[in-house]
């Protein structure tokens, strides 16, 4: 029997177990946050940032800090493929994410819920070498269509640290060139809807702490920036020409905020020594 998710069923933790759970992370990246003042929780928007590699260590760190902060459980849109995890895509529900169709963040807007989507989703996850704090959107728009159509803003968010947890040994480009590329072939993956999307979703090989997968301890740096109104595109939805304007306006400003974080962690003395020494391997 295929696995029925239902996400608006279940009970959403609270702050403090949200807190709790993620303590881990926190102890381990020294996660810094600015920009928290931009966040209104009586003013329900759609938070837009940059996928970093592997996409899941740094999003838990903000959703549990506005949570704590502000009081309000931010739900995330997640890509289908998590949802082919048992288990994990259990977690998921009750951890308030919902898989990202169009019918779900349409659903939770129309409660008035505060929405986080990557545009990049399951392909900027899958980093290949020099891709660090890259957007890969393609020509996607799909989420100023939905802002427009249920007269929510935007809010731009980055984060920077997570891209360089690991050294990437070998990436898609390099799989895909390979041997491999050819059984990949055969089990029809590599058609755009097969289990690797014609190769966008072939995680890197990757070398973290010393010679193994263990990310390295690296500061994690996350700025949330000054909310994008979509008023002025009111009734313009359908216009592909508006839609790709509306989405380079949140773009650069993500590229804003990765430019001013990289300045900060530049500046930033308060890495421990025994990180420091960490990042060296």
């Not at 898989?99 to 779900?104: A, D, K, P, V």
Request: proline share 5%; hydrophobic share 40%; net charge neutral.
């Amino acid at each position: 029997m295929a696995y029925q998710h239902k996400p608006f069923d279940v009970q959403l933790p609270s702050a403090n177990s949200v807190w709790r759970i993620t303590s881990p992370l926190r102890f381990y990246f020294s996660p810094s946050f600015y920009g928290l003042e931009n966040f209104d929780p009586s003013k329900p928007t759609l938070l837009v940032g940059n996928h970093t590699i592997f996409g899941v260590l740094d999003v838990p760190l903000l959703i549990a800090e506005i949570y704590k902060k502000k009081g309000i459980l931010v739900r995330s849109l997640a890509d289908h493929a998590h949802y082919d995890i048992p288990g994990w895509r259990n977690m998921l529900d009750r951890c308030g994410a919902v898989e990202g169709t169009r019918e779900n963040c349409n659903r939770l807007m129309d409660e008035g819920q505060h929405v986080l989507v990557f545009p990049g989703g399951a392909r900027e996850v899958s980093k290949r070498k020099g891709e660090e704090y890259q957007l890969t959107w393609k020509q996607r728009t799909g989420f100023c269509k939905l802002a427009i159509e249920n007269g929510y803003n935007i809010l731009p968010f980055a984060a920077v640290g997570p891209d360089d947890m690991y050294d990437i040994l070998l990436d898609a480009d390099d799989i895909l060139s390979s041997p491999a590329s050819n059984l990949f072939k055969r089990m029809g993956w590599l058609k755009k809807d097969g289990l690797l999307r014609g190769g966008d979703v072939i995680m890197p090989v990757v070398r973290g702490v010393g010679i193994s997968s263990l990310p390295r301890p690296e500061k994690f740096y996350f700025a949330i920036g000054n909310e994008i109104s979509t008023s002025a595109y009111e009734g313009q939805s359908g216009d592909k020409a508006k839609l790709m304007e509306l989405r380079q306006r949140v773009a650069l400003s993500i590229e804003d905020l990765l430019s001013d974080l990289m300045l900060i962690r530049a500046q930033d003395d308060s890495s421990s020594s025994v990180r420091k020494l960490l990042n060296r391997f």
